[in-house]
């Protein structure tokens, strides 16, 4: 167990919607980054937030968009949805900024979008 | 630009058996290196890294050189377990301004 917990599970949706994950980080984190992982792009880096500031972005569509909230937790919302955004769906938590600090990540949230 | 390359899979290996999964990179600036891996149904833990040319990363009899001559970080393990089955990610920072690159992963299956 990592220490940093995705909800929901598992989200199954149709074209069009909107949906929201969410990513409560290791006790002590201040930085989260949100990670997609399908069958044919792999592992995307996505967002990066420190202590409720965007500081990096990857390859995250402008359909998506994130925040990291005072208490630290993070929401990834995803809109207009397409068949390709299909895909299992990391949070990952560090202590700091530094881009080698040992990031923890969270068991994932599968979106199946039909 | 940045990007890593693994060898592809799927890796079957006998127990005991030494294990290398192959990582090259291409980078600006001065990368640091990662090795993750995946459980079945878990998300990704990192393995090793290495932040400099020449360093050695090791972690649970796992080991990898990031060598700058070659632009590599080979994963190498002497003696495999069962234990060992997952998905392995080869990945680096740049360190010029918090992007992530990975590989595309590759599945090792140990046997008894």
């Known amino acids: 167990d990592s220490g940093v917990t995705q909800t929901p599970k598992h989200l199954i949706t149709a074209t069009g919607q909107r949906v929201t994950l969410r990513c409560s980080p290791r006790s002590g984190d201040l930085s989260v980054y949100w990670y997609q992982q399908s069958l044919d792009q792999g592992l995307q880096f996505l967002i990066q937030?420190?202590?409720?500031?965007?500081?990096a972005k990857g390859n995250i569509l402008e359909r998506f968009s994130a925040q990291q909230f005072p208490d630290l937790h993070s929401e990834l919302n995803l809109s207009s949805l397409e068949l390709g955004d299909s895909a299992l769906y990391f949070c990952?938590?560090?202590?700091?900024?530094?881009?080698?600090?040992?990031?923890?990540f969270g068991p994932g949230t599968r979106l199946t979008v039909l | 630009g940045n990007s890593v390359t693994q060898m592809e899979g799927p890796v079957t290996l006998s127990e005991e058996a030494f294990l290398t999964i192959n990582c090259t990179y291409t980078a600006t600036g001065y990368p640091s290196l990662f090795w993750y891996v995946q459980y079945p149904g878990e998300g990704l833990q990192l393995l090793l890294k290495?932040?400099?040319?020449?360093d050695k990363g090791s972690n649970k009899g796992f080991e990898a050189t990031y060598r700058k001559e070659t632009t590599s970080f080979h994963l190498e393990k002497g003696s495999v377990q069962v234990s060992d089955s997952a998905v392995y990610f080869c990945?680096?920072?740049?360190?010029?301004?918090?992007?992530?690159?990975f590989g595309t992963g590759t599945s090792l299956t140990v046997i008894p």
């Open positions: 990952a938590s560090s202590q700091g900024l530094a881009e080698t600090d040992t990031q923890y």
């Open positions: 290495a932040t400099k040319a020449d």
């Open positions: 990945a680096l920072t740049p360190n010029t301004g918090n992007q992530f690159y």
């Open positions: 937030y420190y202590n409720g500031e965007e500081r």
